[in-house]
């Protein structure tokens, strides 16, 4: 079975720190991978999707990159700011499910001090 | 579109009560997932559709859970009866066949099971 890890758990950085987010994954016959962000006590707001086919993806302030080979992505938040406090979590959808099932991560917990 | 909607966004209730949790996809999107997220597991996919028909609900826990959904605009995940250790957010997305796999999460459901 999949399992996807990420690291750290909790990360806090004053603003304006550039910083990364890791997430790995066991099996790499994976169909696409997604950034997602998680504000508390609200849902899951898709940030970037990369195809396995791709390397990296960019929005904005945000690049997510993917090394499906050796089973990792990061995502890489410039000049953060106070807004970008969340939870950020990664999933994979794997190619022999036909893409249907999400496995998500743990999540990294990101506060940004003013 | 307004996106994936859910009802009730809160719903309390005592231990052996049927618990009823809606979901409402965005327009046109083909396929419809629930997944539930707790504090041990994380986010774990429960059930998908495809066209209004189950396709794999391997990751319903038990037989106290079910889901129907008899249209392509509605779907429903009953849990009956409940129990403390349903307690949980529950969370239903969508997504249309072609555009890049990429779900779309409603705002979810928190369910206390007291």
């Known amino acids: 079975k999949q399992e996807v890890t990420q690291i750290p758990a909790a990360l806090s950085v004053p603003e304006g720190e550039n910083l990364v987010l890791n997430c790995s994954f066991t099996?790499?016959?994976?169909?696409?991978l997604q950034w997602f962000r998680q504000d508390p006590g609200k849902g899951l707001t898709s940030l970037l999707l990369?195809?396995?086919?791709?390397r990296e993806q960019t929005s904005g302030r945000l690049n997510a990159s993917l090394d499906k080979s050796s089973g990792r992505s990061t995502l890489y938040i410039a000049a953060s700011q106070p807004g970008d406090s969340a939870t950020y979590l990664c999933?994979?959808?794997?190619?022999?499910?036909?893409?249907?099932?999400?496995?998500f991560g743990t999540g990294t917990r990101l506060t940004v001090i003013p | 579109d307004a996106g994936v909607i859910q009802s009730p966004r809160h719903e309390v209730t005592e231990m052996g009560q049927e618990v009823t949790l809606r979901c409402k996809p965005i327009s046109g999107h083909d396929y419809l997932f629930w997944y539930r997220q707790t504090m041990m597991r994380g986010l774990e996919l429960l059930i998908y559709f495809n066209n209004n028909v189950p396709i794999d609900d391997s990751g319903m826990p038990e037989d106290r859970f079910s889901a129907k959904m008899p249209n392509a605009s509605f779907s429903t995940l009953k849990i009956q009866p409940s129990e403390p250790r349903d307690s949980a957010v529950y969370f239903c997305?969508?997504?249309?066949?072609?555009?890049?796999?990429?779900?779309?999460f409603g705002p979810g459901t928190r369910l206390t099971v007291l």
């Open positions: 999933a994979v959808t794997e190619s022999i499910s036909g893409a249907n099932n999400l496995f």
């Open positions: 099996d790499s016959a994976i169909y696409n």
């Open positions: 990369i195809q396995s086919s791709q």
């Open positions: 997305a969508s997504r249309m066949v072609g555009t890049n796999n990429e779900q779309f």
